[in-house]
């Protein structure tokens, strides 16, 4: 079912700026049909996930390598995938209104969709390396998405840092799935899901964790890494609202939960992540409180959500992977809605800053509501969905056997925080007294409400019907994550406990720390001297050292010398050889040369000779003639060896070379020798080396030939593929995939001899 | 150099050796040939006029930019490659169905398959990387 979906999305991807163009305003709400289908029909298998049967359906490709396009969706990924489709409807719709009468809108359709497509495949894969390719997809369709207003230095900056970072992890990850696959034979996580003990036994457990998190982290925007998620504010709000907050930087939380029955379960496992979690949950709080633009308030609060979760999936509590899958609910909820909301702000009255935003109550009072009920979920008030995910938190790590307190008291501040974003974003801006930036402000079109609006909606009658959200869907996710049947029980009130003092207290001091908010802004400015030893500088210079060694580099091999090009690629050659052959030269005693006639020492003879009139030569035309000569001697010598095709082609392509070479000579300057007599002794040792390394090389192919392999494509070359012309057959058949790759290579080189000559005679102009 | 017999052989001569790059490329399944030695005798026949003329001339005899012979001789390649897909094979599986009956040619029968159709574009794109090349170069010299 899934795969439908996922090619339908990439079809409407390639055709949505020429959609645009036909019905321009109406694009958003037509394309944002095929989520809302593909939300529908995972809606209606609910029932067969509840009773623990998932959906699995498998492609062959490359088999192989145990690679293939299998998809598996249970409770967890069902879960993501209904929040990626569900919440990408109302994005699409949210584009048309807030990129209204941009040029590019259809090309941002086009990534949106790509993006989305992504996402389903990573979500629904079974296939581990199916699985890395969609990861990488989402990557790059995120470069794609912050970078959009490319013409500006800071979106290109923001794209780039956030492909290197979670660049860098996917390829982590995709060493962590090669070692799954040597490990266990597989990369399909069904499979591995039957055989849980494995990967924790094996030697290489280590490794793979760490391998895994350096993705899942990086992905997720986990401390240290975290930094690329508030650069990506650089995108387009509907961007910010859905790749970075509500889904894709999810997707390290996914992979977290997916594994979570293979890999989790070991110290090693519940500190690492815990830990990290932890810290990026603190990190993330305290860096959001002092900001002062909505979006960026906005994307710590996230990173500090991302902390929550990675922290509950590294406890591994039943009750905490509970509390960490209705928090995702309910994050990806209220966040998506606050971005709209950000954006719809910032498009009304140009400014996202929100010491000059308030009073906003009288002109946008539909986005206001939409606003004040997201926040009030982000602020954990009953009987909102988030009421119930703070409860659900606050339980998990008071029950916890250890650290308990410690991991308790992280949580209340960090909810604390997340109280008074609420307020500064959610609040603020329409209920704070009336200021100079409202007064051009008006309520924006339906598609910039409407998405907001249903969202908080959902997160409120989720709450009052918890029952049924925890019976359908975040049972059967708990489920997949526990390796175990997991009833779940929500339930709005538990009556006046700990817990619930703890919310009361979170709220309050929540509401306090927005009155200091001046003073805890100025404080940071103060401290701003720390960011120095932060990640960002990290970054940066490991980025800047980068080029620069790139740079020298660049410069010591191509410095423009066709002369030391050769050079370099020759000795490289020799050297990365020389070392194995000069220790394996036995083979030469295995070698039998046959008869050689008289005719064939002839042959050899004037190529001999004509290699010295090569050398000697003191004219173009006369060096281009005597190598003529060598080249229709080889041909030659390929008639003796009853290889016609070889023949022909040789005779062929010298003609052609003698042909190319009569245009190329009038661009020559006079023929003179330059060299000193030093460099060209060197070169000709070089040379000498080179050739009686190809020699060797040629004699140990002989060494090795193996019979069989002729006399397979003797047998099969007409039984097979229907031709009498070995060399034909192979060419066009048993090895086409070289071929196509040769003549690829070949047009690429054309095309640059073109450009090259092109550039040159410009350059004279 | 202007030869006015190059310039009369040329024309009686490039025919010919066009016919004999076809046939070459045709019969090249069975017997010594194919799309490269096809390739290269066409481009040589065109290198012809190259010669005796210009590069003007015999762009104007192709009627073709060779950078266009490239892309749809790759595609070609592509496409053949990738046909069997469709009919739920591995890529590059080649399919045959049908032959024409070139006796007379002296050709036996020809098979229709995809590793001809391969052979077709790794014909074109001969044809256009070495035109290309020199089209270029004669008309900057």
Known sequence: ?765 | MVSVLLKAATRYIVPVQLLFSVYLLLRGHNLPGGGFIGGLIAAGAFSLYVIAYDASVARRKLRIRPQLLIIIGLLLSLISALLSVLFGKAAMTGLWDGSIPLHWLGLGSLKLGTPLLFDIGVYLVVIGITLLIIFTLEEES
């Open chain 1, 1 to 765: 079912m899934i795969e439908y979906f996922i090619i339908a999305a990439l079809l409407l991807a390639l055709i949505a700026p020429w959609l645009y163009r036909l019905i321009s305003r109406k694009t958003g709400w037509v394309l944002a049909l095929l989520p809302a289908a593909l939300s529908g029909s995972l809606i209606s298998i609910i029932p067969d996930i509840m009773q623990g049967t998932p959906l699995h359906q498998s492609y062959s490709w490359i088999s192989s390598l145990n690679i293939s396009l299998s998809f598996y969706i249970d409770g967890l990924s069902l879960l993501f995938l209904l929040l990626v489709s569900g919440i990408g409807v109302f994005i699409l719709i949210y584009a048309g209104g807030y990129l209204k009468g941009h040029p590019l809108l259809g090309r941002f359709y086009s990534y949106l969709l790509l993006f989305m497509a992504a996402m389903w495949g990573l979500l629904a894969a079974d296939n581990l390396i199916l699985m890395f390719v969609f990861w990488e997809l989402t990557s790059i369709s995120s470069y794609l998405l912050i970078g959009f207003n490319h013409e500006q230095e800071n979106s290109r900056q923001a794209a780039l840092q956030a492909l290197l970072v979670t660049g860098a992890g996917g390829l982590a990850l995709l060493a962590a799935i090669i070692l799954i696959g040597m490990v266990s034979g597989t990369y399909d996580i069904s499979v591995l899901f039957t055989r849980p003990a494995e990967l924790i036994s094996s030697r290489f457990y280590l490794p793979i964790l760490i391998l895994v998190f350096l993705g899942a982290f990086t992905k997720s925007a986990q401390t240290p890494f975290h930094f690329w998620l508030p650069s990506a504010m650089a995108a387009p709000t509907p961007v910010s609202a859905y790749l970075h907050s509500a889904t894709m930087v999810k997707a390290g939380i996914y992979l977290l939960a997916r594994l979570t029955p293979v890999l989790g379960g070991t110290d090693e496992w519940h500190m690492i992540v815990s830990f990290t979690g932890a810290l990026t949950m603190l990190t993330g709080a305290i860096m959001a409180i002092v900001q002062t633009d909505l979006k960026r308030l906005l994307a710590y609060s996230t990173v500090s959500a991302l902390g929550t979760i990675v922290l509950l999936i590294g406890l591994n509590t039943a009750m905490s992977i509970k509390a960490a899958i209705v928090f995702l609910i309910v994050h990806s909820l209220y966040k998506g809605a606050l971005f709209m909301v950000a954006g719809s702000i910032d498009h009304e009255t140009g400014t996202r800053d929100v010491t000059c935003l308030g009073g906003l109550i009288r002109v946008m009072p539909i986005t206001a509501i939409a606003a004040g009920l997201a926040a009030l979920s982000m602020s954990g008030f009953p009987p909102l969905l988030g009421f119930i995910g703070k409860e659900l938190i606050y339980e998990a790590k008071m029950q916890l056997p250890t650290l308990s307190i410690f991991v308790t008291i992280t949580g209340v501040l960090a909810n604390m925080v997340n109280v008074t974003v609420a307020i500064i974003v959610g609040i603020a801006p329409f209920w704070d007294e009336h200021k100079i930036s409202a007064k051009n402000a008006h309520e924006g079109a339906p598609s910039l409400w409407l998405g907001a609006m249903i969202l908080s909606i959902i997160g409120l009658v989720a709450g009052l019907y918890s029952d049924i959200l925890g019976e359908q869907l975040i049972s059967p996710a708990v489920s997949a994550v526990r390796a175990e049947l997991t009833s779940i029980d929500l339930k709005l009130w538990h009556g006046i406990n700990p817990v619930f003092m703890l919310s009361v207290l979170t709220v309050f001091s929540g509401i306090g720390l927005f009155f200091a908010r001046h003073r805890l802004r100025i404080l940071a400015g103060k401290l701003s001297w720390l960011a120095m030893a932060g990640p960002t500088s990290w970054y940066q210079r490991s980025l800047q050292t980068t080029l620069k060694i790139a740079d020298r580099w660049t410069r010591l091999l191509q410095n423009g010398s066709l002369h030391s090009y050769i050079l370099i690629i020759i000795i490289f050659t020799l050297l990365l050889f020389s070392w194995s052959f000069v220790r394996n030269l036995e083979f030469l005693k295995t070698i039998r040369f046959g008869h050689i006639y008289a005719y064939e020492w002839l042959i050899a003879g004037v190529i001999l000779v004509f290699i010295f009139v090569v050398i000697r030569s003191r004219s173009r035309l006369g060096g281009v003639a005597a190598l003529g000569v060598i080249g229709y001697s080889i041909a030659l010598i390929f008639v003796f060896y009853s290889a016609p095709d070889l023949a022909i082609t040789q005779i062929l392509v010298e003609t052609l070379t003698v042909i190319l070479f009569v245009f190329v000579v009038y661009h020559l300057p006079r023929f003179d020798v330059l060299s000193a007599p030093k460099s060209r002794l060197r070169d000709a040792m070089i040379a000498i080396l080179f050739g009686a390394f190809m020699s060797l090389l040629v004699l140990k192919t002989l060494s090795i030939y193996h019979p069989s392999l002729s006399d397979f494509f003797g047998q099969n070359s007409y039984l097979k593929a229907y031709g009498k012309n070995v060399v034909n057959v192979i060419l066009v058949d048993f090895r086409a995939l070289d071929t196509l790759g040769e003549i690829t290579v070949l047009s690429a080189a054309a095309l640059g001899v073109y450009a090259l000559l092109k550039l040159k005679s410009k350059r004279k102009e």
